[in-house]
């Protein structure tokens, strides 16, 4: 009885934690996935109580709605511009930080977090202003090699403006990524290092053969994580910096849904945008599994 008492104590210890977390996770996620999935098969304003069942129609939509193409594309790009420059900028100098001992370590680090502590708003704000065309400090900075003061509008041409957006994202991400790969670096023995030292093997050799290998597994998931971030959050920076335009060059489906579903009353088309960031981010995600697997190295 003692044994079935202690067992029934661990279950119910277990199911004290489990349950409320998976009750949360059904009302804040599941449920707003359903709703979501159940509103895109409608025409609705989202304040009217009458819907017009659609059907599909809301994704046939999508499929031909040139806005919301560009909108996928514009994820895209932001996806790979910000995997390519965060991870290649974090690697740097998470690999400068540790392994080539630059004197004031911890400064560096505490410098580089601090876009980490700025809310996504104040980031766009800040690169609002850096950006103006008046009084911004890019202008001005060019204006001091030119004749003539440099007036030009960063985020009013629609070739450019979404390669405006990089250099913010990237600059506010740095250092989160730059300090789960310092943790990981710093995991990895000393006498690994000793060893190739010995052996005559350079810097690179040695990031090549064991930092690289043995901190996989943290950069496959920063690379996730970026990419999840981006294809549901950058909405919010789209939105402080450009409003998606000019002429909706600079939309992202986040922006796109909250344009159609809050400002055009088009709530159940919004609905269907949301089921396509869903489906996009699942895909995309697997896919990054995929082409990212490799054979786990394990320190001995």
């Given at each position: 009885m003692k044994l079935g008492g202690a067992k029934l104590q661990r279950k119910?210890?277990?199911a004290a934690f489990i349950i409320p977390t998976f009750l949360y996770f059904c009302l804040f996620t599941i449920y707003p996935i359903?709703?979501?999935?159940y509103n895109s098969f409608f025409d609705w304003s989202g304040?009217?109580?009458?819907?017009?069942?659609v059907g599909l129609q809301n994704f046939k939509d999508l499929l031909q709605d040139p806005i919301m193409l560009n909108a996928i594309g514009n994820d895209y790009f932001l996806v790979a511009g910000k995997v390519i420059g965060i991870m290649l900028i974090a690697t740097f100098f998470a690999i400068a930080l540790t392994r080539l001992r630059i004197r004031g370590a911890g400064f560096f680090r505490s410098i580089f977090f601090i876009p980490n502590v700025l809310s996504v708003v104040v980031v766009g704000v800040l690169w609002g202003f850096i950006y103006n065309p008046q009084i911004g400090f890019l202008n001005a900075f060019l204006s001091l090699f030119t004749k003539e003061p440099v007036t030009i509008n960063w985020l009013g041409f629609e070739s450019h403006s979404i390669w405006m957006l990089l250099p913010p994202t990237i600059w506010a991400g740095i250092?989160?990524?730059?300090?789960l790969l310092i943790a990981a670096i710093t995991n990895i023995p000393e006498s690994l290092y000793e060893a190739a030292d010995i052996e005559g093997a350079g810097q690179w050799h040695q990031f090549w053969h064991i930092s690289l290998p043995l901190v996989w597994e943290q950069m496959k998931i920063s690379i996730i994580n970026i990419m999840m971030t981006?294809?549901?959050?950058?909405?919010?920076?789209v939105t402080i910096m450009t409003a998606?335009?000019?002429?909706n060059s600079t939309q992202v489906m986040g922006s796109y849904l909250y344009q159609q579903a809050f400002k055009q009353a088009h709530f159940g088309y919004g609905a269907s945008i949301g089921i396509a960031i869903l489906t996009t981010s699942l895909v995309t995600t697997l896919l990054l599994q995929w082409l990212l697997r490799r054979e786990q190295v394990e320190v001995s």
């Open positions: 119910l210890f277990i359903l709703q979501a999935l304040m009217s109580q009458f819907k017009d069942y250092g989160f990524y730059m300090i981006t294809l549901n959050g950058s909405f919010v920076i998606g335009g000019p002429d």
